[in-house]
């Protein structure tokens, strides 16, 4: 009798088991499938505005708007600074629009740099939407072409921050700025997203994101900020990244410094005044 409860029992556990699995692997098919096909959705957090949105800075600005290569018309402020020395061209992260990254733009003009924010495809008064990588680059290069009809090329700062510092890089590599900044950068998203969420496998990513590809053909000087408590992209990615550097660019690990608010932070000011002078 005892033999049989047994067998009954173990019996009973392996459906359970079974059972489990199965709706675990389903779950677990679902979320792959997601990751697949809204890709988009899950990298890119864009706040949309609407035309007629009136934004209030204490700097001077214009809006400037470029047209992307398929017609698409992309749109972002342009900051003045008193006496400008040249033109900071500024990728923001992957959240908000440049209503709230606007802000960002007095670190720059107490240097007395103009600064150009722009805003992705589907982010504030940018139309349509992000469907490829090759597409987000192409309408980076669009706008940098764009101002570049404004400003020499040679006074040109190209700044990347988060998920901007793929875009910047490569239009880096395959232009001439003056300098490249990168801030909190990753050294690719597959490698990023096995840090952050190591059951996702990475060959479901159409996203590739390879900063390391691009930093190593930047013929520009090339500055890393990473905060050591950043909680989205770890610091060791800008480590990763020395290797793929010239010997004379820099890695700058800023102490206390989560992923949000470098901008903000005393240490990255001081340090990045210090960068600028270096090239100027």
Excluded: C
Excluded at 118 to 138: A, V, W
């Amino acid at each position: 009798m005892l033999l049989k409860v047994d067998v009954a029992n173990t019996a009973a556990l392996l459906k359970t088991l079974f059972r489990t699995g199965l709706i675990l692997a389903t779950l677990y098919l679902l979320l792959m499938g997601i990751l697949s096909f809204q890709q988009e959705r899950l990298i890119f957090f864009p706040e949309k505005l609407p035309d007629n949105y009136a934004f209030r800075f204490e700097e001077d600005f214009e809006e400037i708007f470029v047209t992307a290569e398929d017609g698409t018309r992309l749109h972002g402020l342009l900051f003045r600074a008193q006496e400008p020395k040249g033109l900071v061209f500024y990728l923001h992260g992957n959240a908000g629009s440049v209503a709230s990254w606007g802000w960002v733009a007095q670190t720059y003009t107490a240097l007395h740099y103009d600064i150009f924010v722009l805003d992705y495809r589907g982010y504030g008064k940018s139309e349509g939407r992000i469907s490829s990588e090759e597409q987000f680059y192409g309408d980076v290069q669009a706008a940098y072409d764009h101002l570049k009809a404004r400003y020499e090329e040679k006074q040109i700062i190209v700044i990347g921050y988060s998920i901007g510092t793929a875009a910047a890089a490569r239009v880096a590599a395959t232009n001439s700025p003056r300098l490249l900044i990168l801030q909190a950068p990753y050294y690719s998203l597959p490698d990023l997203m096995q840090s952050l969420y190591p059951f996702v496998p990475t060959f479901l990513l159409k996203y590739r994101l390879e900063t390391f590809r691009f930093v190593e053909k930047v013929t520009a000087p090339v500055v890393l900020f990473h905060g050591d408590r950043d909680e989205i992209i770890y610091h060791g990615s800008s480590e990763k990244l020395r290797p793929h550097l010239k010997p004379t660019d820099q890695v700058i690990l800023l102490q206390g410094q989560g992923h949000n608010g470098m901008n903000e932070n005393s240490e990255f000011r001081r340090e990045l005044a210090r960068v600028l002078k270096e090239v100027e």
